[in-house]
């Protein structure tokens, strides 16, 4: 069993910055992928970012390339997400996964994640 716990959500006006953060306590944390979905109102839930467990590989969906970045801490059990030039359409719940399975053909399917954690909102005003 993995917990995960999000923070550093907020409100923040567009094109501003925000660094999300996942700890994970429980089974060994390195053993595991990373990923950050997330989901708008009335959306369904949709890939964001993905780092393989040593952290050497990371992916991206489309719309965030170039502005956010995912990386990883083993030593602190904690994952990333740095968020740049934040645009009203990524207001969002935010969630991050542990997946013990990842590959490059199936890292954007949320249903390879076998951990969610309870997710943390950001808001991105215009």
């Known amino acids: 069993q993995v917990q995960l716990v999000e923070s550093g959500g907020g409100l923040v006006q567009a094109g501003g910055s925000l660094r999300l953060s996942c700890a994970a306590s429980?089974?060994?944390?390195?053993?595991?992928?990373m990923g950050w979905f997330r989901q708008a109102p009335g959306k369904e839930r949709e890939f964001v970012a993905a780092?393989?467990?040593?952290?050497?590989?990371?992916y991206y969906a489309d719309s965030v390339k170039g502005r956010f970045t995912i990386s990883r801490d083993n030593a602190k059990n904690t994952v990333y997400l740095q968020m740049n030039s934040l645009k009203p359409e990524d207001t969002a719940v935010y969630y991050c996964?542990?997946?013990?399975?990842?590959?490059?053909?199936?890292?954007?399917?949320?249903?390879?994640?076998?951990?969610w954690g309870q997710g943390t909102q950001v808001t991105v005003s215009s």
């Open positions: 780092i393989i467990r040593s952290g050497y590989s990371t």
């Open positions: 429980g089974r060994t944390f390195s053993g595991y992928a």
């Open positions: 996964a542990a997946a013990r399975n990842l590959y490059s053909g199936n890292y954007y399917f949320s249903s390879t994640y076998d951990y």
